[in-house]
């Protein structure tokens, strides 16, 4: 590999121009952890009632900032951790400083409360459109409100291309090759042109662990935070009011199956099991 | 006329379910608010497709492309952008799949349309559109609204409408219209290859008795203990995606939507919350058995029988208690 003194992102390798140092930003969101808690709904009728459980950076995300990470590690490069929503929101920020992320935004208003997933893509737009980047990682998915869109909306919003569940990423020549989940085991390998944005399904790596050495050198650094004026964007544009879909109200699905509880110490709930393996005839 | 227009999905020489599922939630809508069927079908040597399609709504669009044989997203964007653009369709319905996460987001943003994704059910109310999607993995249900507009967008889970076959057929008609992709539709994204996952030597999706693990084991040096039970029961041992992507098991052992169908007499979920690209691989099993410590978890929706309890405290004396009898 030869290496000229080109700009710092740019160098000649074989007589072509590739881009090989990557500037990364990592979409990041901060959520609640349901699997183990009874979920309630709150007086409004629309958010569950948040207090007491656990946050955390959200799983998929996790694998996304270790992606980001990876790719630095071998191409060089930086990079930034940006999400939307409120102060706790830090915490996740601070998790990617400690495990190597270069730098952090948060974007808040009060405002942006009650945006959905096109309104989410537009406030981190206004942020990323005038930054300088190669590359884009989300998450798949996340975990809360599910909506799998953020990444690919802000795709099209930057004009530029993606690549959704993501598992396996290799850039080369400017270009990167993905390998996409599909479903029941099957992948697809496709090409994607940088600048791009991915989004990140799990498994693809081993998220690192946050060291001590890490979280002090976290503690240290600026968080960058944006509100509306900066951003370049008007109330009408976020939340409620600049969202096409609008969260009406929260409901626990009914029950359309009754289960059958085996109740009572283990040992009698083993009784009762095998009772019924033996009823079933399946043992 | 009014229209709802369904995106048919295919892979590999095959029509995918999904679409078979949108177009028996499409059609229920159309009978509700009289709005006329019509399904896009984008693709290469496809109209086999389009003759089986045709029984299933009143209008079938196919637009053929030799550089379409595989789906490729910037390339079913810019078709789908000028049909919607022409037709103007009240509702266009997307699968909430690899394909439809990949295309509906950008599609939507593209055309100014509101779109909201995963959706398990649908209905018009005096003129407006209410979907409802899981939020939480499933553990709560929400009700979601739309902007006035003159087309809304929505992608649908797989398994969400029971596939049915209009009787009589709707005979509808095929429209074949001419594709508009040029090499240029190709110069950002391309479609390389399939790759296949690696198989292993147990083949989950043919067991009688199938014990799957989830999260709730916490770490991998306890996956030993399920192991034995499964062993215990006579089946063999499965788990939900954390497991594999953690390493603990390798991916022949997923069941779910991404992974492994199972079908077995007796489906033992242990530590499983039910997501439902869990529950899509466990829909045939006979009888289901979950060990949870949630009694809310979304697993007991679907589970025969219920076990509520710390899975590290029953499943020894489960093993136990199952060798014993076996014993005798
Ligand atoms: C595109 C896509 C494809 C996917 N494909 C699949 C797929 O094929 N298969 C799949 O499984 N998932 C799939 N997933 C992931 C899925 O959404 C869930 O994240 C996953 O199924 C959760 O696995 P789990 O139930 O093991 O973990 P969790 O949801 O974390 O649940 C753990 C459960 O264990 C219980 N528990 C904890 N401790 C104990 C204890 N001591 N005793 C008893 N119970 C305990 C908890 O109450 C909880 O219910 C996919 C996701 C996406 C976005
Ligand atoms: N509030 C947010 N701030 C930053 N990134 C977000 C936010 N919401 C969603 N994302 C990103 O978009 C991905 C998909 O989220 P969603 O479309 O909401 O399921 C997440 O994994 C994040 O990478």
């Known amino acids: 590999m030869q290496s000229l003194h080109e700009t710092e992102n740019v160098f000649i390798k074989n007589g072509v121009m590739v881009v090989e140092k990557m500037d990364i930003i990592v979409c990041v969101k901060h959520v609640p952890d349901t699997a183990e808690a009874e979920v309630t709904i709150d007086p409004s009728g629309r958010d569950i009632k948040k207090e007491g459980l656990p946050f955390d950076i959200n799983e998929w995300d996790n694998y996304a900032i270790e992606e980001a990470l990876l790719l630095k590690e071998k191409h060089g490069g930086k990079v930034t951790v940006i999400t939307v929503g409120p102060e706790e929101y830090n915490e996740t920020l601070r998790k990617c400083l400690a495990k190597g992320a270069d730098e952090a935004i948060r974007l808040y208003d009060e405002s942006f409360k009650g945006s959905d997933g096109y309104t989410t893509a537009k406030i981190l737009y206004s942020a990323i459109k005038n930054m300088k980047f190669d590359l884009i990682l989300t998450g798949a998915m996340a975990g809360d409100d599910g909506y799998a869109q953020v990444g690919v909306t802000l795709a099209e919003m930057l004009g530029i291309p993606h690549a959704s569940l993501v598992k396996k990423v290799e850039v080369k020549d400017g270009w990167v090759k993905v390998n996409r989940e599909l479903e029941g085991g099957l992948e697809e ?7 791009a944005v991915l989004a990140i399904q799990t498994g693809i790596n081993e998220p690192r662990y946050v060291s001590i050495a890490g979280i002090r050198r976290a503690a240290k650094k600026e968080i960058k935070v944006l509100g509306l004026a900066e951003l370049g964007l008007s109330k009408e544009e976020v939340g409620e009011l600049g969202s096409p879909t609008r969260l009406e109200r929260l409901f626990i699905p009914e029950v359309t199956k009754k289960v059958e509880f085996l109740t009572g110490d283990p040992s009698e709930v083993a009784s009762k099991l095998a009772n019924v393996l033996k009823e079933k005839g399946v043992l | 006329m009014v229209e709802v227009l369904v995106l048919a999905e295919h892979r590999k020489g095959e029509l995918r379910d999904i679409t078979f599922e949108m177009l028996t939630g499409a059609r229920k809508i ?7 069927l019509t399904v896009a079908l984008l693709g290469f040597n496809v109209k086999e497709f389009a003759k089986e399609l045709a029984d299933y709504a009143k209008q079938v669009l196919i637009v053929e492309d030799e550089r379409i044989k595989e789906f490729n997203s910037e390339a079913y964007q810019k078709i789908l952008a000028k049909i919607i653009g022409e ?9 909430h799949t690899a394909i439809g996460m990949d295309l509906a987001p950008s599609l939507a943003t593209s055309l100014n349309i509101p779109l909201t994704t995963d959706c398990i059910g649908l209905d018009f109310k005096d003129g407006k559109l209410y979907a409802i999607r899981q939020i939480y993995s499933g553990k709560v249900n929400a009700e979601i609204t739309f902007k006035d507009a003159e087309t809304y967008m929505v992608t649908i889970r797989s398994g969400a409408f029971q596939p049915e076959k209009p009787e009589p057929p709707m005979g509808g008609g095929i429209i074949n219209i001419p594709s508009p992709l040029t090499d240029e539709d190709f110069a950002v994204k391309k479609f390389v290859e399939y790759v296949e996952e690696a198989k292993g030597e147990i083949d989950i999706s043919a067991a009688d008795i199938v014990v799957s693990v989830g999260r709730g084991i916490k770490d991998a040096k306890n996956i030993p203990l399920v192991e034995e039970f499964a062993k215990a029961v006579g089946g063999v041992l499965a788990c939900s995606r954390p497991i594999v992507d953690k390493g603990w098991l390798p991916k022949d052992r997923q069941v779910g939507i991404s992974g492994k169908t199972v ?7 242990v530590g499983i919350s039910g997501a439902f690209q869990h529950l899509a691989g466990i829909k045939g099993s006979g009888v289901i058995i979950a060990v949870n410590k949630d009694p809310k978890a979304p697993i007991f929706r679907v589970a025969d029988y219920g076990i509520v309890d710390d899975l590290f405290k029953v499943i020894p004396v489960l093993k136990d208690k199952i060798l014993e009898l076996k014993g005798k």
């Open chain 2, 30 to 36: 159309c009978d509700k608010i009289g709005a006329d």
């Open chain 2, 87 to 95: 037709r103007k369709p009240l509702l266009v319905m997307i699968g």
């Open chain 1, 189 to 195: 390998v496709a090409e994607v042109k940088l600048p």
């Open chain 2, 263 to 269: 079908k077995p007499k007796l489906y033992i979920a």
